[in-house]
C-alpha cells in the first residue's frame, strides 16, 4: 500500500483539497514539533553539507524554486541551500512572531522560532540539504535570542515529520480543524 503522503502531497492531492475548500469542506490536522534550542544538536548536514552553502538570503533568491516569497512578514527571514549560487532548498524562519495558519484558518503566536515552509528541490533530495537547513536555521535563531524552536507539520507529510523528529523536535500538540460549510470545529491536544 503507498504512504498516504505520496497520495496527498502532489498537485493533484492539492487541486482536490483546494476544490473541496472552496465548497466550504475542509479538514487539517498538524503536529506541533517543539525543540529547545540549548539542547539542539549542532547544525550538520551529514557528508552532503559541504556542497552547499547554507545562509541567509534575499528573498529574490529563491523565487526561482518558486518560493512563495509574497506571504513573507517584514522582519522573517529564508534560509537557503546553495550549490554555485543557485538556490536547491529553503525555508522561511521567523522570532517571537504571529502568523496566520491558513489550514487552521486561525492566527497562531510563536514565542522563539517559528521554522515554516521548508522545501528542497526534488531533483536534491536525499542528500541532507533539509536537515542542514533546519540546523543552521536553529543556529541563527538562538543567535537572535529564541529559546524554543516550533514547526507546525500536517499528519501526512512523513518526510517533514521525520526531519523534525531526527533534529531532535518533540511532537507536542495536535491541532485540528474541520469546517463543512457555516458549522467548524476546534481541538488542540497533546500529542
Sequence with gaps: ?????RLTRNRYGR?????LARRGITATELIEYVAD???APAADGGDQRSAYAVETCDPSTVAALDAPIEELQSDELVVAALEDGRPRGYLF???DATHEIHPLERELRFEGAYIRRVFVDPDHRNRGIATALVGETCRLARERG???ATALV?????PSRALFERRGFD???RRRYVRVGPFSHRSVRPS
Design 1 to 5: 500500500m503507498p504512504r498516504l503522503w
Design 15 to 19: 487541486a482536490v483539497y483546494d476544490a
Design 37 to 39: 534550542l540549548e539542547d
Design 93 to 95: 524562519c521567523s522570532v
Design 146 to 148: 529564541a529559546e524554543r
Design 154 to 158: 500536517a499528519l501526512d507529510n512523513s
Design 171 to 173: 511532537p507536542r500538540r
